[in-house]
Structure formats: structure tokens, C-alpha cells
């Protein structure tokens, strides 16, 4: 997902989990994940006009459990 304001750009991954067997929703980020977002987002904002004065990667992350409600953590700046 992508958020803009007027000087500033967001890239956010949401990573949703039903479980802690193969890691929390941050675990799926790693840093090839990461370096392939930012090679994304930089394509991306060179076919738009800026200037984007910030650009910030953020991580949100659902925990989606059984009998529990979700949880959603906002990780800013995450990476």
C-alpha cells in the first residue's frame, strides 16, 4: 500500500498471521523482502513527480488468533 501527502510518501507492507509457528507478521519482512520494497518504491516515485521532501517504509502487522481479537501493530519508519 502506498500513502501520500503532500511531501511525504509511505510505502506500508501488511504482513497478517493466524499464528507464531513460522514467526510473527514481522518475520515476514526480511531484508531481501526490504530491499526489494525500496527497489519498488523508487521506481515508483521516479514516474511521479515529487519532489517527496520524506519517504518512510512502514510495517503494519495482524495477528489474526483464534477466540482472541485481532491485534494490528503500526512498526513506523521500520526499515
Do not use: N
Not at 511531501?7 to 515476514?28: C, H, I, M, N, Q
Not at 526490504?34 to 520524506?54: H, K, T, Y
Amino acid at each position: 500500500m502506498i500513502v501520500r501527502g503532500a511531501d511525504l510518501v509511505v510505502f506500508v507492507e501488511v504482513k497478517t498471521r493466524t499464528g507464531y509457528g513460522f514467526g510473527g507478521p514481522w518475520s515476514a519482512v526480511p531484508p531481501s523482502k526490504q530491499a526489494r520494497i525500496r527497489r519498488l518504491a523508487a521506481a515508483w516515485l521516479a514516474e511521479r513527480d515529487g519532489p517527496w521532501l520524506s519517504v518512510r517504509f512502514d510495517v503494519v502487522c495482524v495477528m489474526l488468533e483464534p477466540g482472541l481479537p485481532p491485534a494490528v501493530t503500526h512498526l513506523r519508519d521500520a526499515f
